[in-house]
C-alpha cells in the first residue's frame, strides 16, 4: 500500500536553532513530493515541492527540503527557525505511473505539529 | 484576485439533515478535490472531479454526495447518511490529469458541527 509517514507528531525547537520535520514515502512508482503547512481554523499553504531535478529544493518562508531516494525521505528544512513558524504541516506525495491515468490524487501523512519557543 | 472559496466558514447541522458545502475556485483548474480532516488523522479524500460533469469516489466517499457541473464549482452535500460528520473540509483544485505535475491549491475550510 502507497503511505506516508511523519514520525513525530510534534517537534519542539528554540528560536534560532535549525529545524526538521521528518518525512517517509512509501509507493510504487515515481513520487511527486510536497510539503504543506497549516494555521489553525486555515487552509493548507503550499510550501515546496519536488519533482525531478535537484535533490534541495527551496521553497517559501526560508524553508527547503532533500529528496534522498534511497532513504526514501523527503524532511523539510530550516537553517533558523521563527516563532511564527509554528504550525502543523503535511508531507505529500503523488504518485505518478507512466501508460496510465494520472488522478493528480495526493497522499497525506498525518502531520506534524512544529513549535517554536522564543 | 485568483483563488478557492469555501463558504459557509462554519456550519451546524442537527442530526438527520443534509448540508452542503460550496467550494468555487477561479484557477481555470480541471480538477478539484475534497478532503475531510480530523486530529491526528491528516486528510482523507473523499471525492474528486478530473474534468466537469465527472467525479470519482476517494477513500471514505460513503455518506457524501458530489456534483461537478459547473468547471468552477464542486459542492459537496454530507447526507444523514454520514454517521461521524464533524470534522473540518477542506476543498482542493489542482492541475489534475495535466501532463504537468503541480501542487493542489487549498481553500480556508469549512467546520461542520452536528448538533
Known amino acids: 500500500a502507497q503511505s506516508v509517514a511523519q514520525p513525530e507528531d510534534q517537534v519542539n525547537v528554540a528560536e534560532g536553532n535549525p529545524l526538521t520535520v521528518k518525512c517517509t514515502y512509501s509507493v510504487s512508482g515515481n513520487p511527486y513530493l510536497f510539503w504543506y503547512v497549516q494555521y489553525p481554523n486555515r487552509g493548507l499553504q503550499f510550501l515546496l515541492k519536488?519533482?525531478?531535478?535537484?535533490?534541495l529544493v527551496k521553497g517559501s518562508y526560508g524553508f527547503e527540503a532533500e529528496f534522498n531516494k534511497s532513504q526514501t525521505s523527503f524532511h523539510l528544512k530550516k537553517p533558523s527557525a521563527l516563532v511564527s513558524d509554528s504550525a502543523l504541516y503535511f508531507c505529500a506525495v503523488r504518485v505518478v505511473h507512466y501508460g496510465s491515468s494520472n488522478t493528480g490524487k495526493l497522499i497525506f501523512g498525518q502531520g506534524t505539529t512544529l513549535q517554536v519557543k522564543p | 484576485d485568483g483563488g478557492i472559496t469555501q463558504s459557509p466558514k462554519y456550519l451546524f447541522r442537527k442530526e438527520g439533515q443534509n448540508v452542503t458545502l460550496s467550494c468555487e475556485q477561479n484557477l481555470n483548474h480541471d480538477a478539484m478535490y475534497w478532503y475531510r480532516q480530523d486530529p491526528g488523522q491528516g486528510l482523507r479524500l473523499i471525492y474528486y472531479s478530473q474534468i466537469v460533469n465527472d467525479f470519482q469516489k476517494g477513500d471514505i466517499a460513503e455518506g457524501y454526495s458530489v456534483s461537478r457541473e459547473k468547471k468552477e464549482s464542486f459542492p459537496l452535500t454530507v447526507t444523514s447518511a454520514q454517521k461521524n460528520p464533524t470534522a473540518f473540509y477542506l476543498c482542493?483544485?489542482?492541475?489534475?490529469?495535466?501532463?504537468?505535475?503541480?501542487?493542489?491549491?487549498f481553500g480556508p475550510g469549512t467546520r461542520l458541527t452536528v448538533l
Open positions: 519536488y519533482i525531478t531535478g535537484d535533490n
Open positions: 482542493a483544485s489542482g492541475l489534475g490529469l495535466a501532463k504537468r505535475v503541480g501542487e493542489q491549491f
